[in-house]
């Protein structure tokens, strides 16, 4: 059975920093992009980052560009987002996810949510101005 863990969120202040965990078991992850999603009150669920089978590769909403990055330790099934410089609108819920195919190359493919097929349960993230 596959499944995906976060961790790491929480109350921070504007400007501040925290960085969230999702731990991965029950499939080959190394295999796969992993991606960060996000859902605000009242919004769809939002691209936030992913990170290419091989890590050799990331890719970032603009919003997020340049403030999060994300990574993976493929020996400890885990991927991680670092957010930076955080402003009261990323105030979210913050899902990480597997793709459904392996070793995909399309970066445009990866920022669809359709495209995932096993999510975590979500880690709220609220920035308080």
């Known amino acids: 059975q596959v499944q995906l863990v976060e961790s790491g969120g929480g109350l921070v202040q504007a400007g501040g920093s925290v960085r969230l965990s999702c731990t991965a078991s029950?499939?080959?992850?190394?295999?796969?992009?992993m991606g960060w999603f996000r859902q605000a009150p009242g919004k769809e669920r939002a691209f936030v980052a992913a990170i290419s089978w091989s890590g050799s590769t990331t890719y970032y909403a603009d919003s997020v560009k340049g403030r999060f990055t994300i990574s993976r330790d493929t020996a400890k099934n885990t991927v991680y987002l670092q957010m930076n410089s955080l402003k009261p609108e990323d105030t979210a819920v913050y899902y990480c996810?597997?793709?459904?195919?392996?070793?995909?190359?399309?970066?445009?493919?990866?920022?669809?949510?359709?495209?995932?097929?096993?999510w975590g349960q979500g880690t709220q993230v609220t920035v308080s101005s």
């Open positions: 996810a597997t793709d459904r195919v392996t070793k995909r190359t399309d970066p445009v493919l990866m920022r669809r949510p359709a495209e995932y097929d096993y």
């Open positions: 029950g499939r080959t992850f190394s295999s796969y992009t």
